[in-house]
């Protein structure tokens, strides 16, 4: 089957070739569940088959959970005839290496204000464990005059060698960090901020702060010495400015800032803005005292769905994000990763219809985009309208006292608001493979109850039941 046609099976039909890189060509592409305009990245066969599709998939999976205003959302992802994939909202606008290449160097002001709201996606990132890796003008896309960051997670799967893949260049040596460059594979968000600075240094001074004749030149040069001053390149460049992006580029990571958040504030802009979580402190003492805690909280999650819309169907079901109750920046994507492993191994159980993470995903994002955080009621309620889905499967995670986390679940009744079913807590240790075994078997088993038999679940009637 050909890659359009295996698109085609899962909804998406293929359009015209939008761009194209040295490793990947994107498409425009219809989504006809949806009945919305969407892009397509392909990864060329000279590259997609130097990348390991497990660690792609994985990473793309991270990805998908980050859920900001400055952050290009993906809707899917997938092998289709040996050719890796991943589905993102299609982008009325340019990217700002066309801006460039259109205008020249931007206005002290556009400049900064870009650079800022990059920063402002890459520091939500960098606080829930990603790094980009990639950012460069290519990956900068200006929706309505401003700036949204894409490729998410994709740098993090190509080859632990990302110079060179089948002779060409991975990865982009004008904005490329010292660290990255020597192949370093821990880098950290230093990385994207010395990438970021490189491409504010080339939306003020019309290049990038080191050039040369070839790749390696380009990279050899950042060892040698500090570029010349942007305020020297262009007088009308603040002090401060000039000085920020300097620090931003110094060889030694531990002599940058250490987060984007302080470079944006060096930059002469006010600190960015986080709103805080609150976040439950109760844990579950025992089973018992989990099922009896988690039904007072989920006893509110849920408006009824009334109005001239239909009953949700009950048998089709979504996995929600768990929320992050741990305080733990490293655990933030987690609950992302294992509402996909729940949905995975949901799909294979007969008699359920799940809805995928292709569906659940920009729903979870409309969510974010409208105010609702993650443990919010409207959030639930967002997901069951878009998805149409009766039945709601979310939880949350903790730190257990022994260090271990603990996983708390809740199925959900989205026509109602009533708590169908506690599970919980499962206690995240030893395999990966084993807790979402584990997990989903108990969801699987809860889910089989409720849809055989309609009078254990309380305060919702099936449809011929």
């Known amino acids: 089957m050909s890659l359009r046609g295996y698109l085609a099976g899962r909804g998406l039909d293929l359009g015209d070739e939008i761009g194209r890189g040295a490793a990947a060509v994107v498409y425009r592409a219809l989504d006809r569940r949806h009945s919305r305009v969407v892009a397509v990245k392909v990864f060329l066969p000279g590259a997609g088959g130097e990348l390991a599709q497990d660690r792609f998939l994985r990473e793309i999976r991270l990805a998908a959970g980050l859920q900001h205003p400055h952050i290009l959302p993906v809707y899917d992802s997938g092998v289709a005839e040996g050719a890796l994939f991943y589905v993102m909202p299609y982008v009325e606008g340019e990217s700002l290496r066309e801006r460039l290449v259109r205008g020249g160097p931007l206005p002290l002001d556009e400049a900064l204000r870009i650079a800022r709201e990059v920063a402002d ?17 290519e990956n900068i896309l200006l929706e309505g005059g401003h700036a949204v960051v894409t490729d998410f997670g994709v740098a993090l799967a190509l080859p632990a060698d990302r110079l060179t893949l089948g002779g060409m260049i991975v990865g982009s040596p004008a904005y490329m960090s010292p660290e990255q460059a020597s192949g370093d594979p821990s880098v950290d968000g230093r990385s994207d901020l010395y990438a970021l600075a490189c491409v504010l240094y080339e939306m003020l001074a019309g290049e990038p702060p080191f050039n040369g004749s070839s790749p390696r030149e380009i990279v050899a040069r950042r060892f040698l010495g500090p570029p010349v001053p942007l305020d020297q390149r ?8 000039s000085a920020a992006v300097q620090q931003a580029l110094a060889v030694d990571p531990a002599e940058r800032f250490a987060r984007v958040e302080d470079f944006v504030v060096a930059l002469g802009g006010p600190p960015i803005a986080r709103p805080r979580r609150s976040r439950r402190r109760a844990r579950a003492l025992t ?33 929600a994000a768990l929320s992050d109750e741990t305080g733990d920046a490293r655990l933030a994507t987690l609950g992302s990763l294992v509402a996909d492993w729940i949905t995975d191994r949901l799909s294979r159980v007969k008699g359920v219809e799940v809805v995928t993470s292709a569906t659940v995903v920009p729903a979870q994002h409309d969510a974010h985009a409208t105010g609702g955080l993650p443990d919010q009621p409207e959030r639930l309620h967002a997901l069951a309208v878009e998805t149409r889905a009766g039945t709601l499967v979310t939880g949350s995670y903790y730190r257990g006292d022994r260090g271990a986390v603990e996983f708390h679940l809740e199925i959900v009744d989205a026509n109602s608001g009533r708590l169908l079913r506690a599970i919980g ?7 990966s493979e084993r807790l979402a075994d584990e997990l989903s078997r108990d969801v699987a088993g809860a889910l089989d109850t409720l849809m055989l038999h309609p009078a254990a679940r309380p305060g919702a009637e099936l449809p011929g039941g």
Do not use: M, N, T
Not at 308 to 313: E, G
């Open 234 to 241: 262009r007088p009308e460049v603040p002090a401060r400015v």
């Open 425 to 431: 807590p499962v206690y995240g240790s030893g395999r």
């Open 121 to 137: 996606a890459l520091g939500f990132a960098h606080a829930r464990g990603v790094v980009h890796r990639d950012i460069k003008p």
């Open 287 to 319: 089973a018992v005292a989990g099922a009896l805690a988690l039904a007072a909280i989920a006893l509110l999650p849920v408006r009824p769905v009334s109005g001239r819309l239909p009953p949700l169907d009950p048998r089709r079901v979504a996995v």
